[in-house]
């Protein structure tokens, strides 16, 4: 095996413990792939967790969201509990919409092991939630997030994905946010997954002015929301220099335990449908069909990526 650049170091592993969800957001690849009749909503039972993480390296985070919503799976809190017993993570996380179960379903999950809980916010202006975060009312998640942030003995962190959709609104929701309790808010930029399955892109992404006004905007509010720590997560990718090392650092592990390159592209054809309930992942990834590919994306960045978040700005 002749891995080269970037060779593997794995930092995060993720594992997409459900693939169903509880809203239909319109940026989304299940909302996409399930207008097409191409998703299924599998859950992962603990019991298959439980072979997978036999077979993961210890590593700094274990995520335990893909595409799907984790507090949907019954035995979300057996799957943190195993993996806090595992011992193999500093930190163990997920991404949740705050609106799938109660309160109580969370408290459940983080005092199984959850390190922290972050919370995906894009809006908290109802007719902008309806075009990014479709089925979200945003009282509700006003209200929720509060009474979390007053529950859970653990931090919790909020995640806004902007796009076109929301950019001119950010504001006004970070400003809702900063009502509702002290959180670090980390504003990611939006993924056309449209376009990861080579169809029309859909054209929400932010443009480098648009970025640049983001940016702005993050600098101009942050002394004036006190209760906030905002950061604006990647730079936008530049060159081959600059290229996004996920698929050595970041590994996915699909509802069915197929191991997947990135958390992006979370097809299992690209590595040959190699299960990690059967191989550990790190000899999983020397295998013929991952480690060809891993050394195809080191050479170049290929086709699948455009349309990712993390791809190069061309
Ligand atoms: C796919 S969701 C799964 C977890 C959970 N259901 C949620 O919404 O938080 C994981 C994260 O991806 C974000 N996300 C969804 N679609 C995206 C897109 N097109 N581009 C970038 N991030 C996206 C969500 O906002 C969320 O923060
Ligand atoms: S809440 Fe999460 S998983 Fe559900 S549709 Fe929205 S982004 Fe997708």
Same mark, same amino acid.
């Given at each position: 095996m002749s891995l080269r650049w970037?060779?593997?170091?794995?930092?995060?592993?993720?594992? &997409? #413990?459900?693939?169903?969800?509880n809203l239909a957001c319109p940026g989304c690849l299940r909302t996409l792939r399930k207008g097409m009749g191409r998703w299924s909503d599998d859950r992962m039972s603990a019991a298959l967790f439980s072979r997978i993480l036999n077979h993961l390296p210890a590593c700094r985070v274990l995520i335990l969201n893909g595409t /799907?919503?984790?507090?949907? *799976?019954?035995?979300?809190?057996?799957?943190?509990?195993?993996?806090?017993? $595992?011992? !193999?993570? @500093? /930190?163990?996380? %997920?991404?949740s919409n705050g609106l799938a179960r109660g309160v109580d379903a969370y408290l459940d999950v983080a005092r199984a092991g959850l390190g922290f809980l972050s919370i995906s916010v894009d809006s908290l202006t109802q007719a902008v939630a309806d075009k990014v975060r479709a089925g979200t009312k945003v009282d509700k998640?006003?209200?929720?997030?509060? &009474?979390l942030a007053r529950a859970l003995p653990i931090p919790i962190t909020i995640t806004s994905v902007v796009c076109r959709e929301n950019l001119l609104d950010i504001g006004e929701t970070l400003a809702k946010l *900063?009502?509702?309790?002290?959180?670090?808010? %980390?504003?990611?930029?939006?993924?056309?997954?449209?376009?990861?399955?080579?169809?029309?892109?859909?054209?929400?992404?932010?443009?480098?002015?648009?970025?640049?006004?983001?940016?702005?905007?993050?600098? !101009?509010?942050?002394?004036?929301?006190? *209760?906030?720590?905002?950061? @604006? #997560? @990647?730079?936008?990718l530049r060159g081959?220099?600059?290229?996004? $090392?996920?698929?050595?650092?970041?590994?996915?592990v699909d509802a069915e335990g197929y191991l997947t390159?990135?958390?992006?592209?979370?097809?299992?054809?690209?590595? /040959? @449908?190699? $299960?990690?309930?059967? #191989?550990?992942?790190?000899?999983?990834?020397?295998l013929p069909q991952p480690a060809r590919w891993l050394e195809g994306y080191a050479l170049a960045e290929p086709l699948a990526c455009r349309g990712c978040q993390h791809a190069i700005r061309r």
């Open positions: 970037g060779d593997i170091s794995i930092d995060t592993v993720q594992v &997409e #413990t459900t693939r169903d969800c /799907g919503e984790p507090m949907l *799976n019954p035995e979300i809190a057996d799957i943190v509990r195993q993996a806090r017993d $595992s011992g !193999k993570f @500093q /930190g163990i996380t %997920f991404n998640l006003a209200g929720r997030i509060g &009474e *900063n009502d509702l309790g002290r959180f670090t808010v %980390f504003l990611t930029d939006w993924s056309d997954v449209a376009q990861l399955d080579f169809l029309d892109p859909m054209a929400r992404r932010l443009d480098d002015k648009e970025r640049a006004f983001l940016a702005a905007l993050v600098t !101009k509010l942050g002394p004036q929301l006190p *209760n906030l720590d905002l950061v @604006q #997560t @990647q730079p936008a081959k220099a600059d290229r996004c $090392s996920a698929p050595f650092r970041h590994p996915f390159p990135c958390c992006t592209l979370t097809d299992a054809h690209h590595y /040959g @449908q190699v $299960s990690i309930a059967e #191989t550990p992942l790190l000899e999983a990834l020397g």
